[in-house]
Nanobody
Framework: QLQLVESGGGLVHPGGSLSLSCVASGFTFIYSVIGWFRQAPGKEREGISCISSSGTAKKYADSVKGRFTVSRDNAKKTVSLQMNSLEPEDTAVYSC???????????????????WGQGTQVTVSS
């Protein structure tokens, strides 16, 4: 069964940290590009980070640059998103997604992603 499963969301105070994980199964993970997206109530989905199949190419949205770090462990079929200095504006459902290609690139354009996880809620509140 092809799937992506996110975990690690929760409630955190402003300034706190969370680490999200995206675990893949059912496909050849080393050929996948993984993106992280979030959607807050009443807002459009936002691409916030991506990582190429080898892990060498990474991108971040301006809204999270310097605070979030994406990494992957191909042996464990896992991509992690370390989120520091969280702000109330970071409150959203966070989802990971995958697409497949031979070039070692990544993009935060959601339309190219073909597989999506169910999402995990992140709430930043005092």
């Amino acid at each position: 069964q092809l799937q992506l499963v996110e975990s690690g969301g929760g409630l955190v105070h402003p300034g706190g940290s969370l680490s999200l994980s995206c675990v893949a199964s059912g496909f050849t993970f080393i050929y996948s590009v993984i993106g992280w997206f979030r959607q807050a109530p009443g807002k459009e989905r936002e691409g916030i980070s991506c990582i190429s199949s080898s892990g060498t190419a990474k991108k971040y949205a301006d809204s999270v640059k310097g605070r979030f770090t994406v990494s992957r462990d191909n042996a464990k079929k896992t991509v992690s998103l370390q989120m520091n200095s969280l702000e109330p504006e970071d409150t959203a459902v966070y989802s990971c997604a995958a697409f497949f290609g031979v070039q070692d690139i990544c993009t935060m354009t959601p339309q190219v992603y073909v597989m999506w996880g169910q999402g995990t809620q992140v709430t930043v509140s005092s």
